[in-house]
């Protein structure tokens, strides 16, 4: 960031925390300099940055006055957040050793249901690639990761239509290492990084664990991402890079248009601005047809695609990557550092189910029997949940999203399952700043078998006790 | 670090860098106040740190100035190093990605050769956990990781008499992930750490990744810790954290005598410092008796020890772990954010192979033919190797140290061998600053083959040529 934007953001900070009110002049130029140690002509450069956002005015000879809020700003109500302060870990640290807990029914856990991502000719292909020395041997496993599953990942991506070869992936420890890596190697201490309002967790632990500033933008009720507000923030605010999940997003469950991701990537030039896309849940689709990555759309190399075999495969698989393309070097450099190789064993196997054709059978099973899963429970749900309650369901992942009235505390509801050996993914988990407390993501890769009904029932009881308590 | 901790720091640097000289006055308290922007009182805390050190002395009325050099200042000729200046990534980079490449002689590799890894039963074992559905279902390999593998590494600690149970224990995926897990946890941007002169480059790279500054201690000729220069470091700098590799030290191969590491234990408690051991070679001892870890002489928690069964079953298996103690939370919070969990199949499989008490056998037949390789190797260099070249062999690992002429240049040789398809890996990548030019370290876990035999060969001529030109 340059001195400049610094300076820029920070005043910006203090407009928008209110502690500068519409119409207060500010400093001068030359106390502003005095007061932050910058020279006058950052202090000018950042005052004019500001004039062209329009969150600022000049008044001739007699300085610079802090502009009413404009409809732009109230869209960006979040303001920038370092993440240090966001303190959700021991929130979401007390939530996963919850969920993984033996004899819990499952509906908070981020992963699908084992049993469904279990394939016997995978386990065949593992067993067969422990026994055989060579595969154990063989050096391939480095950074960037085995050739020929890098080869068949690219072409994986050439059928989409994505220019790629096998040089522009890097194998990683699953997806959640894939996004740490690309955000590692993309960002500084302090830069800014743009989020979705509502997002997976792990965004904002990332974020925190590098030091990094936060601009949430918020979430558009139709069209899931809200292209006014991503423009606006990238206009207003040094964004360096974007972290975002366009399908499937977790936890809300929508998938942005085509015509939305053109935007993004035109935006993303525009503001010479680097994307992280976050598409764990690329083969959930139920229709069979995969949602066109934002690589497609992106003719600049401003995207790092990540994925990963876990959430279809089993999370013990633990293989995801990155398309990392003219980045691949600098991610190879942070896994050297850090956790080196990826299974060789799980490599090899990959690489045979694969190329022999077990996958793609595998994925329509799986997505067959997720769909028909959901479709029960949104079912059981309608029919059972108290009236002032609505779920958001989409053709594609495990999750549906129940949202209660406003006056509801699904903190509370989650401690309150918690006792009777139930969990579910409370909304706050997905919001560390501008707290959602009503909303509940549920996991729907279960049977409706009679424990699970049984959950379920408890749970709309509980919902409905927390309803008539608080409303 | 406090306040005046940082000033005295700074100052020290000041003064290492020969940027102010012996009985140079330094800025009165009032002025040093302004210079730096601190409060006089914190000033004055950092001018009696310094005294107290014996960096400045004090005269009466007249101010603080800089005292001559002493011995233990000498001794610690490294001072403080900011770890981003140090920009070997790219060497070790270069030099990893030609250790890996196919059908080289790999001398410079950092791990035993994999055929003597390769253990028929472990494959075995994995092979039969890959079929089993069950193990593949369980969820037992979240952090901290599975428990019956927790449970065995704890005894074996308890067989070698340190107190230690299964939730002291965090799983992680190798040790490299081990090491940088534990620094994390200990460290904040800019804090000190103390790491030996000549290591592991990990070490370095794990500092630059989080932004820390080093200060190293010089090696010992005779006893391979200076415990003198150790001592001195901490009562001279704010040291956070020590990172040190005591047994089978790499890449120098020695082993610190129990005494030494009694002492160690002793000085890390009186200055409240605490220690990541490196002991990734731990079973790799010839004479079958694993030396102890400095857990066993720590009495107040400032110890955590990290290993891997990487280098003993192969770097395929991903497996290592931290004896983290009260820091298990702290670690198992960053995994959560980052590489999340370890391979299901190969902890369950390592379960097996130990409670049946594979491993044990496994680690006798690796230690026999080690000692056997590597002394046919420092054999056959004594007898060829020009006689100004020094050879460094101790009982345990598979490196050996050559020791060429002062103005000899071992990264030279390096690139000249790779020419020859042979790597090889040059002393500079072991010490980033004050960097040692002469030295080489040898991967011996190679039988005398012919090739072998060639590529010996090849490389005293090519340290003969060098010695030739460069004497």
Redesign the interface.
């Known amino acids: 960031m340059f001195k400049s934007e610094k300076l820029a953001l920070h005043l910006r900070q203090l407009i928008d925390s209110g502690q500068w009110k519409a119409h207060e002049k500010l400093p001068s130029l030359r106390e502003q300099a005095q007061i932050s140690g910058y020279s006058l002509i950052t202090v000018l450069n950042a005052y004019q940055t500001l004039e062209t956002q329009g969150i600022i005015y000049a008044k001739d000879k007699s300085g610079y006055y802090v502009n009413e809020r404009s409809a732009s700003q109230t869209l960006l109500n979040a303001g920038v957040h370092a993440a240090e302060h966001i303190q959700i870990?021991s929130a979401?640290?007390h939530y996963?050793k919850n969920t993984?807990a033996?004899g819990f029914i499952p509906f908070g856990s981020a992963f699908p249901n084992?049993?469904l991502l279990?394939n016997q000719k995978f386990?065949?292909l593992?067993?067969?690639h422990?026994?055989r020395?060579q595969s154990?041997?063989n050096?391939d496993?480095?950074p960037p990761g085995n050739l020929a599953l890098r080869q068949m990942i690219a072409s994986r991506y050439m059928m989409q239509g994505v220019q790629c070869n096998s040089d522009d992936i890097v194998i990683t420890?699953?997806a959640?290492?894939a996004l740490?890596l690309a955000l590692e190697a993309l960002t500084k201490?302090s830069d800014v990084i743009l989020l979705q309002e509502t997002v997976f967790y792990?965004a904002w632990?990332?974020a925190?664990?590098l030091?990094l500033q936060v601009v949430t933008i918020p979430d558009h009720s139709e069209f899931g991402l809200h292209i006014e507000a991503f423009e606006k923030a990238l206009q207003q605010y040094p964004v360096k890079v974007c972290w975002l999940m366009l399908n499937t997003q977790n936890p809300l469950g929508y998938t942005v248009s085509n015509n939305i991701k053109k935007k993004i990537a035109a935006l993303l030039e525009q503001y010479q601005v680097y994307l992280i896309e976050d598409d764990v849940y690329l083969e959930l689709n139920y229709g069979g047809k995969k949602p066109l990555p934002m690589t497609y759309f992106d003719q600049h190399q401003r995207v790092l695609h990540c994925s990963t075999f876990s959430k279809s495969l089993?999370?013990?698989t633990?293989v995801g990557w990155i398309h990392a393309r003219q980045f691949s070097?600098a991610i190879?450099?942070?896994q050297?550092?850090?956790?080196?190789?990826?299974?060789?064993?799980?490599q090899n196997a990959l690489v045979d189910f694969l190329s022999q054709h077990h996958y793609e059978k595998h994925l329509r099973h799986l997505c067959l029997r997720l769909a028909q899963y959901k479709q029960v429970i949104y079912d059981y749900l309608k029919l059972h949940l108290p009236q002032q309650c609505k779920v958001d369901i989409y053709p594609s992942g495990y999750f549906l999203w129940i949202k209660l009235p406003e006056y509801c505390d699904s903190y509370h509801i989650y401690q309150t399952l918690l006792q009777h050996k139930i969990s579910i993914a409370p909304s706050l988990l997905f919001r560390p700043k501008h707290s959602l407390q009503n909303c509940i993501r549920l996991n729907c890769s279960y049977e409706l078998h009679t424990d699970i009904e049984q959950a379920l029932q408890q749970l709309c009881r509980v919902i409905a006790d927390n309803i008539a308590e608080k409303g």
């Open positions: 870990n979401v640290f996963l993984q033996a084992p049993e279990f386990m065949q593992l067993a067969q422990a026994k020395k154990y041997l050096n496993n480095m420890s699953g959640l290492n740490n201490p792990g632990q990332a925190e664990r030091g089993g999370m013990g633990r070097d190879q450099h942070l050297l550092m850090s956790t080196l190789s990826v299974s060789p064993l799980v």
